[in-house]
């Protein structure tokens, strides 16, 4: 089996590092959700060492993660975990949760499991960064989300671009509230919720 590769991880991870950087600076456990192809933990923990990088994703996702995390070889990646957002999630608890473009490819009520079992896996301080698009007031920021959003939906009736004041709705109910939101490049953004306790 070949590594599987995802072009944009190797075009978004810098930008999405430097958010990182600052943001997981005192962290030391993240659950990153929805690993895809394991490029992004490679890159992230290798350069923020202080951090143990838990990757996790659906059974048939999990091969090509190892593929990348066992030829990096680094002492900070544990080996992925089986989550499925609507199934069992780990008992361990952690200071830090990064998902990257995953809430437009999972149906609504995917992303209502998340939020509801971020308290059961997190800190009481646990920090959430989630990378990807997002809609302001309802409205596409670009015509390329917008041209983006009817690909997904194509693709399935479940998948679309996510309102961000819906999805900080999901947050705030589950003790996390809004501290940041960045700028990326290709029209996404960083956004960062601070659990409150």
């Known amino acids: ?12 991870r ?4 430097d958010v990182l950087a600052v943001h997981f600076a005192d962290r030391r456990h993240v659950l990153e959700i929805g690993s895809g192809t394991g490029q992004h933990a490679v890159h992230f923990a290798a350069a923020l060492p202080q951090l143990c990088w838990q990757c996790t994703d659906r059974v048939e996702n999990l091969p090509g993660i190892r593929l990348w995390l066992d030829e990096a ?21 952690h200071d830090a949760v990064f998902s990257a473009n995953t809430l437009h490819i999972m149906g609504w009520d995917e992303v209502e499991h998340l939020f509801d079992h971020l308290p059961d896996v997190t800190t009481d301080d646990a920090r959430l960064v989630i990378y990807g698009p997002f809609n302001y007031g309802g409205r596409y920021t670009s015509d390329s989300n917008a041209s983006f959003d009817q690909w997904l939906q194509a693709r399935g009736a479940h ?3 996510r309102d961000a004041e819906a999805v900080d709705a999901l947050a705030l109910a589950a003790g996390f509230a809004l ?6 490049p290709a029209n996404n953004r960083c956004r960062v919720w601070q659990r409150t306790g």
Do not use: Y
């Open 73 to 93: 070889g680094l002492p900070n990646t544990p080996a992925p975990l089986e989550l499925d957002v609507a199934g069992s999630w780990p008992a361990q608890r």
């Open 179 to 184: 501290i940041d939101d960045i700028a990326m």
């Open 159 to 161: 998948m679309r671009i």
């Open 14 to 17: 810098d930008p999405i590092l």
């Open 1 to 12: 089996m070949d590594k599987p590769n995802a072009p944009s991880c190797e075009r978004n």
